[in-house]
């Protein structure tokens, strides 16, 4: 079996390469049919329906938007209330400035409310996949460059409770795997 | 009908055969080749014609600046504006360049909500150009205001005055509504951008453009625990962008709308400058896709005639609701019996601007007819040059309603000309120079088409492709 990386460093885990979505699907469901923890499949796009074939639920994102969305809402309201009722009443037109303006501001309610919430998505998107970060040890393996052209990878860490080099080579090897490599560190 | 089937065409009836959708990819391209030609693009060396249209862009940017930079130094007096007409140009191509900005936005959420799975082609592009024409807008409001150093007593900021922003002015809600669509634009084109970079960054052969692309791309592995974040994040601004992209546009309208000049003060403003937005951004989503199709030719296996027939649909549709909400401000205008409402209007065709309003109508209402005709609609030259009527047209609209409202007010004593001067003209040719450069630099430095996107309405790239029954 081939490794890559510095070989005294720590091992990452253990990598496949697979030929298309199809195997890499299949491959997917009986890795978790094995009860691993510490893995993932690496695909050039998203794959319809690997959520369910890696048993993973749905991403908790859209909660998180919501308090964001919540948090934008709330400034403009505490912003646009703030200033026109309390702090600099200004009368236009004899327009009142007390609750019954609230049509008026309601555009940049709905504004800031889209505003923050966009940056939850995008943020709170990098942040719980990790990134950015410069560098990965699966970088260490030429091979995976394939990974953003056309080519599917499975990888399954050290750090699973179920992981030993040897037998998860052989695992991989009988769910059809290629150039099936163990990865070190830096 | 599973995919085997619509593989496999032979088997099937008359009636099922017109069951089965085209691919979205023509000649069987691959993932390889995807990757391997849009990424050429970009790796490639630079194309003679692209330094040619450079030399053309760049000088007009400078101009652009230079007269930005002569406006600032001088006094916004360098431009036409004068009493009545305080808006002329200047609102008029603000306007102009935000809707443009408008199919991007459409394309990228609202094709993507209702999985239009053609949009994944030309989505990028059209994204870029909204960015751009935002940017070539965002000029005119911020240097409109005269004395652009005391722009930031806009933003909601204590001062040593303590005076605050009148939050209710639709002035105010036009800032807060054009930069945040902007910056969750950027936010949506980049991270469309990031899983594309990482291919460009593991193709990269020098070491400065893997540094570059590198930390562009974040480091991005494309595992599927981040992929459903990362569909998850995309669902959402989209979900967020498409009320977003609604309101911009409303926004913009009720710079107009709630004032209680004759001709503006209409509630039909919002629905029909959003539609005029999408007609108008289609528009220059085809001026620029066509030629660049025509220059990178393998594109047309994934930019297709049945896209451009699509887009002229969507053109013809929106050019229809233009139509029907001009004919309707003429209606409303006479069956409101109020006599400033009818004199606006009948100034409008009759008046001093009629060549303008009667040029908005023949470009905006009577051109866009011929899309009707299916030759019209898969002829890229026809196309190229029938859209550039709506490109005219709906810079005339936005001249139409702010010039002749203006210029014929409530009594004659207010009522007056808008002539441009050369400073008007040529600040509005530079933006063109403005949107030029950066989409060439576009074109040149980042993918064009979202590579993810594509390759992910292949055949192949279903998970059950080849299995007989799903």
Redesign the interface.
Same mark, same amino acid.
């Given at each position: 079996m081939e490794a890559v990386g510095n070989p005294t460093a720590p091992v990452y885990g253990v990598a496949a390469e697979f030929q298309?979505?199809?195997d890499?699907?299949h491959a997917?469901e009986k890795i978790r049919d094995a009860g691993f923890s510490k893995w993932?499949?690496?695909?050039?796009?998203?794959?319809? *329906? $690997?959520?369910e074939?890696?048993g @993973?639920k #749905?991403?908790i994102?859209?909660k998180l938007?919501f308090f964001g969305g919540l948090t934008g809402f709330l400034t403009a309201v505490t912003?646009?209330f703030g200033?026109?009722s309390f702090?600099?009443p200004?009368i236009?037109a004899g327009?009142p400035t007390n609750l019954y303006?609230v049509p008026?501001?309601f555009?940049?309610m709905?504004?800031?409310t889209?505003?923050i919430?966009?940056?939850t998505?995008?943020f *709170? $998107?990098?942040i719980?996949?990790g @990134?950015? #970060?410069?560098?990965?040890q699966?970088f260490n393996w030429d091979r995976f460059?394939?990974?953003?052209?056309?080519k599917f990878f499975v990888?399954i860490e050290s750090e699973d409770p179920k992981f030993s080099t040897r037998s998860v080579q052989d695992f991989l090897e009988s769910l059809g795997g290629t150039n099936i490599t163990t990865i070190h560190g830096d | 009908m599973s995919n085997a089937t619509a593989e496999h065409p032979e088997h099937l009836t008359e009636d099922e055969k017109q069951l089965v959708r085209k691919p979205l990819v023509l000649n069987n391209r691959t993932m390889g080749w995807i990757s391997d030609y849009i990424s050429s693009i970009v790796e490639g060396k630079t194309p003679t014609w692209w330094y040619v249209s450079m030399a053309i862009t760049v000088p007009l940017t400078l101009m652009c600046l230079a007269l930005l930079g002569y406006l600032i130094s001088t006094g916004v007096g360098v431009w036409g504006n004068n009493h009545p007409i305080g808006w002329a140009w200047d609102i008029t191509n603000f306007v102009f360049w935000i809707g443009i900005g408008h199919a991007g936005t459409l394309i990228s959420a609202i094709l993507f909500l209702t999985r239009q799975k053609w949009r994944t082609s030309i989505n990028r592009a059209a994204e870029a150009m909204t960015l751009f024409a935002v940017v070539c807008a965002g000029i005119y409001p911020a240097l409109h205001v005269g004395r652009v150093w005391m722009a930031w007593w806009l933003a909601p900021v204590p001062n040593a005055n303590a005076i605050w922003q009148n939050f209710r002015s639709p002035l105010l809600w036009d800032v807060f509504a054009v930069s945040t669509y902007f910056t969750v634009s950027v936010l949506f084109w980049y991270t469309g951008l990031i899983p594309d970079l990482a291919t460009l960054r593991d193709r990269c052969t020098t070491k400065i453009r893997k540094f570059i692309y590198g930390v562009l791309a974040l480091g991005w592995r494309g595992g599927n625990r981040q992929w459903r974040h990362y569909e998850m994040a995309y669902l959402i601004l989209a979900g967020l962008s498409t009320p977003l992209v609604l309101s911009v546009h409303s926004v913009v309208s009720f710079d107009f709308a709630t004032s209680v000049v004759p001709g503006w003060h209409t509630t039909i403003f919002p629905p029909y400058f959003v539609a005029g937005a999408i007609f108008g951004g289609f528009a220059m989503v085809l001026t620029i896709m066509i030629p660049a199709c025509a220059i990178y030719k393998p594109l047309h296996d994934l930019v297709t005639t049945d896209h451009v027939n699509k887009m002229c649909k969507i053109i013809l549709l929106t050019g229809s609701i233009v139509g029907y909400a001009y004919l309707m401000e003429l209606f409303v205008a006479w069956y409101s019996a109020n006599p400033y409402e009818r004199a606006a209007f009948w100034y409008r065709a009759f008046g001093p601007y009629w060549w303008a309003y009667w040029s908005m109508m023949f470009c905006n209402v009577v051109a866009p007819q011929i899309f009707w005709f299916k030759y019209f609609r898969t002829h890229l030259v026809w196309v190229w040059v029938i859209v550039q009527f709506p490109n005219a047209g709906m810079w005339f609209e936005r001249f139409v309603i702010i010039a002749t409202t203006l210029a014929r007010d409530f009594t004659p004593s207010a009522w007056g000309m808008f002539h441009p001067t050369w400073v008007d003209i040529c600040t509005f040719i530079g933006t063109f120079g403005l949107f030029g450069t950066l989409f060439l630099l576009f074109i040149r430095f980042l993918p064009m088409i979202c590579m993810f996107e594509v390759k992910a309405v292949l055949p192949e790239a279903d998970p059950h492709h080849g299995e007989a029954n799903h």
């Open positions: 298309c979505a199809r890499l699907y997917a993932d499949v690496f695909s050039p796009f998203p794959i319809h *329906g $690997m959520d074939a890696m @993973l #749905r991403s994102l859209g938007v912003m646009e200033t026109s702090l600099y200004l236009v327009k303006t008026a501001f555009p940049i709905f504004e800031l889209i505003l919430s966009a940056f998505a995008v *709170g $998107m990098l719980m996949n @990134l950015p #970060r410069l560098n990965h699966l460059k394939k990974v953003t052209e056309d990888a | -």
